[in-house]
């Protein structure tokens, strides 16, 4: 079965019972058209509605689909490489479940992957339909973690992707607990190159990435990829010490030379209090990656998989 399928295309879902239908007809008339062996592998992240049930249904009438479901929820990334490691085709595109990544981008993707490209990146050239907020944050993010890091992650895009099998290999064989994984995909290499597109607006229901879920999607971009902010801690100290200094020559100075005095409690609490905030700040930094780090040595695994619907993982791959 698994040298059958060319294209596997994986699809986290998280209570999208309002979009999967749709979600799976668009992917089914797209793959269709390839004229190619493909199969649909849809990862269940702990959906608490009836999003399994139904991809289930669709298994009983396609074989093209099949379900990896998980335990609980698990989180986007940790889906998204699960699929990676039961995917079998020769390609693996990842999608979103959400139509905000059109499918048809697909055929492009895999046009440039018979051209002789490993990896090809969608990149958002606009999103519609998303908040004022969410939009300058992640363009933020994206140019932030670029500045911060050596590798070459590219901006504004995310996991919407097509991995040849060889660096879907290289992924696997990746061992992180908490993963970043596009910027794992560029760390990995291999001929890269963008396709353009306007991302669209969610076909129904919510954003499953509330604000919590980013800050950390975006803490493990950073900690994962560059240690600057552990740095930060001795340039504050540097520059804090220098300005303290300079400011105790001024005090002198007017106690020695002249009559006035500083005085007054609250320039005192300022301070106090500003360097109290600085100190905090360095120590949650140290904290995120005491953090990892502490994930790292646990060595749990990534996921835990509750069933395994008409899917046989392939073997060659070792799995986590
Ligand atoms: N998702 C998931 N687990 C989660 C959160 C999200 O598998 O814990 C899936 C979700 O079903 C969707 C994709 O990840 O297919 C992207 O999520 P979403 O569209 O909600 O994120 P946004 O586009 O708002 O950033
Ligand atoms: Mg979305």
């Known amino acids: ?7 596997s295309i994986v699809v986290p879902v998280y209570n999208e019972e309002e979009v999967i239908h749709e979600t799976y007809r668009r992917l089914t008339e797209v793959m269709h058209s390839t ?38 929820n698990f989180g986007h990334q940790i889906a998204i490489t699960a699929g990676m490691d039961y995917a079998r085709g020769e390609a693996v595109v990842v999608i979103d479940a959400d139509l905000q ?15 002789g490209f490993d990896v090809v990146y969608a990149k ?18 994206y140019r932030f973690l670029r500045a911060m890091t050596d590798i070459d992650i590219p ?24 993963r970043f994984v596009r910027g794992l995909v560029s760390w990995v290499g291999f001929k890269q190159i963008a396709v353009e597109y306007e991302r669209d607006e969610r076909l129904a229901g919510e954003s499953k990435y509330p604000l919590k879920k980013m800050l950390k999607l975006s803490m493990d971009g950073i900690t994962s990829f560059s240690y600057k902010p552990l740095k930060l ?8 010490s220098g300005i303290g200094f300079i400011y105790l020559l001024v005090v002198l100075y007017l106690k020695l030379f002249t009559d006035s005095t500083i005085t007054g409690w609250s320039s005192l609490i300022v301070i106090q209090l500003f360097f109290s905030g600085i100190i905090l700040i360095i120590l949650g930094m140290i904290g995120e990656y005491i953090g990892r780090i502490y994930d790292e040595t646990k060595n749990r ?7 395994k619907y008409q899917l046989e993982p392939r073997k060659e791959v070792s799995l986590r």
């Open 233 to 240: 801690a001795s340039y504050a100290g540097v520059t804090l």
């Open 35 to 72: 004229k190619e062996a493909y199969e649909l592998l849809f990862v269940n992240d702990g959906s608490r509605d009836r999003t399994a049930e139904m991809i289930k249904e669709y298994s009983e009438q396609d074989p093209a689909v099949v379900l990896l479901d998980f335990a609980r």
């Open 301 to 307: 695994p990534l996921y835990i998989v509750r069933e």
């Open 124 to 141: 958002r050239t606009k999103r519609k339909g998303e908040t004022y907020f969410k939009k300058q944050t992640a363009a933020m993010f």
């Open 101 to 115: 990544d059109p499918p048809e981008l697909i055929l492009e993707m895999i046009e440039k992957w018979k051209q």
């Open 155 to 178: 901006l504004d895009t995310g996991d919407f992707r097509l991995l040849d099998r060889k660096v879907c290999n290289q992924m696997n064989s990746i061992q992180e607990k908490n």
């Open 1 to 7: 079965m698994s040298s059958i399928v060319k294209y």
